[in-house]
């Protein structure tokens, strides 16, 4: 299947500080990519999608200013968490789409594990 | 957006099928079936998706019931490394394919 491919898998940062999560699709152009995040115990939650070539869609109650998206080719999607502070420790997880209609898939990164201390 | 309904865990005895519920009864004529499994601090995995024919591929198969409000993901031969949260996922209509995941059936195979 499809890779999509998500770097750093786990990075520490201290409070205050900005990080970068870079997401790739490697063997096709995404020309949609998506943005989750997920607490322990708990389920992926969607926080925008990603355009290429275009801003960002937040989800209601994602700050746009906090969790800044850029989506410059069709294989390559970043999020920048700035300003980072400990409520933000999170396992950060993106997501390609490959296909349209019904062939659609939606591939997933490894994820990232953001901790900030 | 259509919601799914899923056991919150189940158990398989490896070698045996497992058989995932999943209810859907909102579910709108042109929206998809999506399963995905998430194994412990990894990325979710893509399963099957279906729309109202049954499908099979080399992880999976799918049943869906003819009046689409409920669907069964079936591993035919579960092994340890099958244990995973399971997520039944109904695609968003006319939202771009995001999809929005609900709590999932937390599978453990035992030996």
């Known amino acids: 299947g499809a890779v999509v491919s998500q770097h750093p898998s786990r990075v520490i940062c201290k409070s205050g500080t900005s990080v970068k999560i870079e997401c790739r699709s490697l063997d096709f152009q995404a020309t949609t990519m998506f943005w989750y995040r997920q607490f322990p115990k708990q389920s992926l939650m969607l926080m925008a999608t990603s355009n290429e070539g275009s801003k960002a869609t937040y989800e209601q109650g994602v700050e746009k200013d906090k969790f800044l998206i850029n989506h410059a080719s069709l294989t390559l999607s970043t999020l920048t968490v700035t300003s980072a502070h400990p409520e933000d420790s999170s396992f950060y997880i993106c997501s390609a789409r490959e296909g349209t209609g019904a062939g659609e898939k939606l591939f997933f990164g490894s994820g990232t594990q953001l901790s900030v201390l | 957006d259509a919601k799914t309904t899923q056991p919150p865990s189940m158990d398989c005895a490896e070698g045996r099928a497992a058989n995932l519920p999943c209810n859907h009864s909102?579910?709108?004529?042109?929206?998809?079936v999506y399963w995905y499994r998430q194994i412990h601090s990894q990325g979710p995995q893509y399963i099957i998706h279906g729309l109202k024919n049954n499908e099979t591929n080399e992880m999976a198969s799918l049943i869906i019931t003819e009046d689409r409000k409920s669907s069964t993901l079936i591993l035919p031969h579960a092994t340890l490394r099958d244990t995973a949260v399971y997520y039944c996922?109904?695609?968003?209509?006319?939202?771009?394919?995001?999809?929005?995941f609900g709590q999932g059936t937390e599978l453990s195979v035992k030996p």
């Open positions: 909102t579910i709108s004529g042109n929206e998809y």
């Open positions: 996922i109904v695609r968003v209509k006319n939202q771009g394919g995001k999809l929005i």
